[in-house]
Nanobody, 115 residues
Framework: QVQLVESGGGLVQAGGSLRLSCAAS????????MGWYRQAPGKQRELVAV???????NYADSVKGRFTISRDNAKNTVYLQMNSLKPDDTAIYYC?????????WGQGPQVTVSS
């Protein structure tokens, strides 16, 4: 079992910045991937960004150049720095942890970007 504890999120004006973090604990294997997905009202959950334990990253086209994902392997923590936020970024952001076996999901902090 893996437990995820998220922090960050909140309300920000368009053009502002926020940082999300997600700390994993429990039965963690050395090879894994951590990332963020988001779900806006009435829409499907979508990938925002993911980073593997070796540092390989992947971003949704909609956030490239504005969001940066990083991780601290010693702390099993992933970060999502979100800059130049837009109202379209408003969503619940879910932390995802993936390794051999089932996926794990966080509770999801709310990010709201006002225009």
């Amino acid at each position: 079992q893996v437990q995820l504890v998220e922090s960050g999120g909140g309300l920000v004006q368009a053009g502002g910045s926020l940082r999300l973090s997600c700390a994993a604990s429990g039965s963690i294997l050395s090879i894994n991937a951590m990332g963020w997905y988001r779900q806006a009202p009435g829409k499907q959950r979508e990938l925002v960004a993911v980073i593997t334990s070796s540092g390989v990253t992947n971003y949704a086209d909609s956030v490239k150049g504005r969001f940066t994902i990083s991780r601290d392997n010693a702390k099993n923590t992933v970060y999502l720095q979100m800059n130049s936020l837009k109202p379209d970024d408003t969503a619940i952001y879910y932390c995802n942890f993936r390794q051999r076996g089932p996926d794990y999901w966080g509770q999801g902090p709310q990010v709201t970007v006002s225009s």
